[in-house]
Structure formats: structure tokens, C-alpha cells
Antibody
């Protein structure tokens, strides 16, 4: 059974940093691209970033480029999102999601339960 | 960026109704379109990929069609557990983009 468990969310001040983690199990982690998607309170889904199975390719939404860094440790089956220079409009539930293939131009087939990030003073 | 426009943004329907949701891409995306279902306070669930292929375990009352720029999600006979918000997403080009969502409510 595929399981994705996010952690690391919480309350952070504007300008601060936070690192999210997503522990994966139930599939061959290194064979699948992984994505972060966020959802601001009461709003729709917004794609944030994707990383290929090997970790060699990464892509970002313009709204987070230069501030967020996606990475993965295939030996630990864990995905990360390092978030720096956080702003109030980064407040959202952050979901990690698994792609069906090695690269991000493939379907997302499983989602984690999400972790809430609140940026506020 | 490719813009994904869903319509309607919300609809009211009864159990047993046939429901159709439309998603339009601002440029051609072949068949690289997915549909997701999200219930309140829950994570999204993957329903359809490649415009018309059902994810494992998704009931056959759900179907998808389209290619290029125009796509539809159809629920042939709405069930109580189908009341939710539905999102389309293109995965043809980065950045990956979602539609704004369609909330299906009980009439």
C-alpha cells in the first residue's frame, strides 16, 4: 500500500524558514517523480515543485522560484521542501504527491494527507 | 503558462443525475490531463489520467474525454459520496497547472 506522510508544518514568522518532509513507502521511491502541491485556505490547488526520480531534474512555480528548494533522499525514501523567505501568501496546506513514472510529466496517482504551514507574525 | 479554465465553478445536482464538468486549456495539451476529486478537509484523490483512463479503484460511473484543448469529466449517475470539488490538471508542460475547481453540491 502506497503511503505518503508529510511532516514539518507549523507557524513561522514572515521571512522565516521551514523544511517539510514526506516519508514514502509501499513503492519503489527512486523510480517515481515527486511533487509538492499547496492549497491556501478556502482556495484551489496550486502546483509548487517537482523532482525526478533520480533527483536530477527539478522544476518550480514562478511564485516560489529562488525561495523554495525541492530535494529527495532515495536512501531514506524521503522527499523534502526547504522553504525560505516565507511570506503570508505561502500559508497553505502542503501536499506531497507521487507521480506514476520517473519524470514529472506523468500523472499523479497518490497524495499525502497534507501539512499546514502558517506564515504570520 | 498554460491556463486551465473549468466550468461551471459550482453546480447543484441530485442523486442519480448525470453531471458534466468542462475543462479548457489555453493551448493544446494533447491528452495529458488528469482529474482529481477533493472532499472537505481531505487530500485530493486521483480519478482519471491521460484524459480518459480511470485510476485503479475508481467507479466506472466516472469517465473522461477530450484532447487538445477541450476536456470533460462525466459522472453518469451521481452518488451521495460524489459530492465534492473536482479539479483538472495539465501535465503536458511545466509549470503544471490546475483548473479552479468545480464544486458539486446537493440540490
Amino acid at each position: 500500500e502506497v503511503q505518503l506522510l508529510e511532516s514539518g508544518g507549523g507557524l513561522v514568522q514572515p521571512g522565516g524558514s521551514l523544511r517539510l518532509s514526506c516519508a514514502a513507502s509501499g513503492f519503489t521511491f527512486s523510480s517515481c517523480a515527486m511533487t509538492w502541491v499547496r492549497q491556501a485556505p478556502g482556495k484551489g490547488l496550486q502546483w509548487v515543485s517537482v523532482i525526478s526520480g533520480s533527483g536530477g531534474r527539478t522544476y518550480y512555480a514562478d511564485s516560489v522560484k529562488g525561495r523554495f528548494t525541492i530535494s529527495r533522499d532515495n536512501s531514506k525514501n524521503t522527499l523534502y521542501l526547504q522553504m525560505n523567505s516565507l511570506r503570508a501568501d505561502d500559508t497553505a496546506v502542503y501536499y506531497c504527491a507521487k507521480h506514476s513514472q520517473e519524470y514529472g510529466d506523468s500523472m499523479v496517482d497518490y497524495w499525502g494527507q497534507g501539512t499546514l504551514v502558517t506564515v504570520s507574525s | 503558462d498554460i491556463q486551465m479554465t473549468q466550468s461551471p465553478s459550482s453546480l447543484s445536482a441530485s442523486v442519480g443525475d448525470r453531471v458534466t464538468i468542462t475543462c479548457r486549456a489555453s493551448q493544446g495539451i494533447s491528452r495529458w490531463l488528469a482529474w482529481y476529486q477533493q472532499k472537505p478537509e481531505k487530500a485530493p484523490k486521483s480519478l482519471i489520467y491521460a484524459a480518459s483512463s480511470l485510476q485503479n479503484g475508481v467507479p466506472s460511473r466516472f469517465s473522461g474525454s477530450g484532447s487538445g484543448t477541450d476536456f470533460t469529466l462525466t459522472i453518469s449517475s451521481l452518488q451521495p459520496e460524489d459530492f465534492a470539488t473536482y479539479y483538472c490538471q495539465q501535465y503536458n508542460t511545466y509549470p503544471l497547472t490546475f483548473g479552479g475547481g468545480t464544486k458539486v453540491q446537493i440540490k
